[in-house]
C-alpha cells in the first residue's frame, strides 16, 4: 500500500482527477457540459423575454402619444363640434328606415345661433370641415348615411355631408310659415276692428310721396320714433348676406335674395337691423344701399 505521504501518491490521485474532469469522455464532464448548456439557453430565453416587454412598452408609448396628439389637433381645430360629436355619441342612433329626411327632398340650413354648418367629405365628426353652409341656403338630398343622421350633396363644387339636425324639410318651413302669416292676419284684423282711425292714418303714411328713396325712410323713421316698423325689400340685383352685427367683417348669418321682403326695426348709421318672416328669432343688419322702402308697418 502506497504511503499517503508519499509524493507519487499524490501525483496519481491528481491524475486521475485531472483524466476524470477534463477528459470528454468521463461522466464528470459530460455532467458539466449538459449544465453548462442549460444556463445558456436559460440566460438567452430570459433575455429574450425582457426585450419583448420592454419593445411592447415602448410600441404602446408611441401609438398613445400620436392618438393623444390627434386628439389635441382636432379639438384645438374644431372645438365646438368636437363636443357635439361627443354629445351625439351618447345620444340613441337613429333608424334610417324611419328617418323622415328621404332621398331627394328639398331642405334650406337652419341652426339655433344662424351661424351655419360646415360640409364635409365623410359623414362623421372625426373629419375637419371644408366650406361653411350659411343659413338658408337650400340644399337636395342625395344619399342618407346607413346611421340616419347624415346627408349627402351636390349642391357645391364639392360632393360634401351635412348633418340632418341642421336641415329643414322645405314643406315644413312652408306649413310653419303659414301658420305664422294666418297669426298674424287675425291680430291684424283684431287691430283694425278696435283701431280704425289709427290704421286710416297709417294708409296716409303709407302713400306719402314725400319719400322718394331710402334715405327719406330713414329719416322719416327717426322721426316717428321707437316702435316704428318699415317694410322693406332687396333691392340689390345679387344676394345679400345679413350679419350678426352692423359691420361688413362681422358674422354672415343670413341669405337674402333679390326683392324679398323683410322688415326694418332700427338704423344704426349705414346698416338697418332687419327681421325675416320666419326668422324672427334671428335679428341680423343689412347695408342701407341694398334696401328700398316699400310701406310703413
Given amino acids: 500500500m502506497a504511503n499517503r505521504n508519499d509524493y507519487n501518491y499524490y501525483k496519481n490521485e491528481y491524475g486521475k482527477y485531472k483524466a476524470n474532469y477534463y477528459s ?3 461522466e464528470e464532464y459530460k455532467r458539466r457540459q449538459s449544465g453548462s448548456r442549460k444556463q445558456k439557453a436559460a440566460r438567452f430565453f430570459r433575455a429574450f423575454f425582457v426585450f419583448i416587454v420592454i419593445a411592447t412598452i415602448v410600441v404602446g408609448l408611441i401609438f398613445g402619444i400620436i392618438k393623444l396628439s390627434s386628439i389635441i389637433h382636432d379639438r384645438i381645430n374644431d372645438p365646438d363640434e368636437t363636443t357635439s360629436a361627443v354629445e351625439t355619441t351618447t345620444e340613441k342612433t337613429t333608424d ?5 329626411y328621404k332621398k331627394g327632398m328639398e331642405c334650406v340650413v337652419k341652426t339655433e345661433e344662424g351661424t351655419g354648418v360646415n360640409l364635409r367629405s365623410k359623414p362623421t365628426y372625426d373629419v375637419a370641415g ?15 348615411s346607413e346611421d340616419g343622421e347624415w346627408c349627402k350633396t351636390s349642391n357645391f363644387d364639392k360632393d360634401g355631408w351635412l348633418n340632418l339636425k341642421y336641415l329643414q324639410i322645405i314643406e315644413e318651413e312652408s306649413t310653419t310659415k303659414k301658420s305664422e302669416e294666418k297669426t298674424t292676419e287675425k291680430v291684424t284684423e283684431k287691430e283694425t276692428t278696435t283701431k280704425k282711425p289709427e290704421s286710416t292714418t297709417e294708409e296716409k303714411t303709407q302713400t306719402d310721396g314725400s319719400i322718394k328713396s331710402y334715405a327719406d325712410a330713414v329719416k322719416a323713421f327717426k ?3 321707437s316702435g316704428t316698423v318699415m317694410n322693406c325689400k332687396i333691392s ?7 350679419t350678426s352685427r352692423p359691420d361688413s367683417s362681422s358674422v354672415k348669418i343670413l341669405l337674402l335674395v333679390p326683392g324679398e321682403q323683410i ?4 338704423v344704426e348709421g349705414d346698416y338697418s337691423k332687419v ?3 320666419g326668422y324672427e328669432t334671428s335679428v341680423t343688419w343689412v347695408p342701407n344701399d341694398c334696401l328700398s322702402f316699400v310701406s310703413w308697418g
Fill in 96 to 100: 334610417k328606415k324611419d328617418s323622415k
Fill in 24 to 26: 470528454p469522455g468521463s
Fill in 223 to 225: 322721426e316717428k320714433g
Fill in 275 to 277: 327681421v325675416k318672416q
Fill in 236 to 242: 340689390s340685383s345679387n344676394n345679400v348676406f345679413a
Fill in 130 to 144: 371644408y366650406q361653411l353652409v350659411s343659413d338658408g341656403e337650400k340644399i337636395v338630398i342625395a344619399e342618407i
Fill in 263 to 266: 322688415k326694418v326695426v332700427a
